[in-house]
């Protein structure tokens, strides 16, 4: 029985993170197609350095650590509400609010399939990284595969926004996610033992990034 729990776990994990869960996510690019336009991010290489950086020092990081207090506090309504206004506070720009609150509706929506309490507690609209902790945490997945798959969905979505803006192919795309496994590893790892006290980024270019796609002309995505 236990073996069958951890395979439900995975499957539901594998499901709310792919990109076939209905959620739009292939319409935001975190201020990445941005920096391919400014010439930050030209090749795999640099969109490996852009990902592992964002996943150790910038918004990524700071996901991760919303997943797992979601994750945690499931069950304690007036502090997963804490954590909900923190997480909505802490978009950077009005993009990233837009994509982080957009892409958190359209998951509590789709995770009405898995029903559990902590829906109705959640609401309709909450920041993404929260909502994919808290219903995690309510059907017992375990947070560090939860973590990990978070990661990783969001590693490839960037690299699909690499290849729309057609700076790598396929095949190079795939190898990037493949050098991440380490990284994603590391960072799932480390949220784990963290806690809000280590919300923090330092990844400027980025974050100058994401506030100048605002004004970008004849873009493919919403952020």
């Known amino acids: 029985m236990a073996e069958r729990a951890e395979t439900q776990a995975l499957l539901r994990l594998v499901t709310w993170l792919s990109p076939a869960f209905p959620i739009g996510s292939f319409s935001y690019s975190g201020g990445l197609e941005q920096a391919v336009h400014d010439g930050l991010v030209t090749n795999a290489e640099d969109l490996r350095r852009w990902l592992?950086?964002?996943m150790n020092h910038g918004a990524a990081w700071n996901d991760a650590l919303f997943v797992a207090e979601g994750y945690r506090c499931h069950d304690d309504a007036s502090r997963l509400r804490a954590v909900?206004?923190?997480?909505?506070?802490?978009?950077?720009?009005?993009?990233?609010?837009?994509?982080?609150?957009?892409?958190?509706?359209?998951?509590?929506a789709a995770a009405r399939h898995w029903p559990h309490p902590v829906l109705e507690t959640l609401g309709s609209t909450v920041a993404y990284p929260v909502a994919v902790g808290a219903v995690a945490g309510a059907h017992r997945?375990?947070?560090?595969?939860?973590?990990?798959?978070?990661?990783?969905?969001?590693?490839?979505?960037a690299?699909?926004?690499?290849?729309?803006?057609?700076?790598?192919?396929?095949?190079?795309?795939v190898g990037v996610l493949a050098v991440l496994e380490e990284v994603i590893a590391d960072v799932a790892a480390r949220a784990v033992r963290g806690s809000l006290d280590d919300l923090g980024?330092?990844?400027?270019?980025?974050?100058?990034?994401?506030?100048?796609?605002?004004?970008?002309?004849?873009?493919?995505?919403?952020s």
Do not use: Y
């Not at 997945?141 to 969905?153: C, D």
């Not at 729309?164 to 795309?173: D, E, H, N, Y």
């Not at 980024?201 to 919403?222: C, G, N, Y």
């Open 141 to 157: 997945t375990g947070l560090e595969p939860a973590l990990a798959a978070f990661l990783n969905a969001s590693a490839s979505n």
């Open 84 to 108: 909900c206004e923190l997480a909505e506070a802490l978009a950077g720009s009005r993009e990233r609010h837009m994509e982080t609150m957009l892409l958190g509706e359209a998951f509590l």
């Open 201 to 222: 980024s330092a990844v400027i270019m980025a974050d100058i990034a994401a506030l100048r796609h605002e004004t970008l002309h004849s873009r493919l995505f919403r």
């Open 159 to 173: 690299v699909s926004v690499a290849i729309r803006c057609g700076i790598l192919g396929q095949r190079a795309g």
């Open 52 to 54: 592992e950086t964002l």
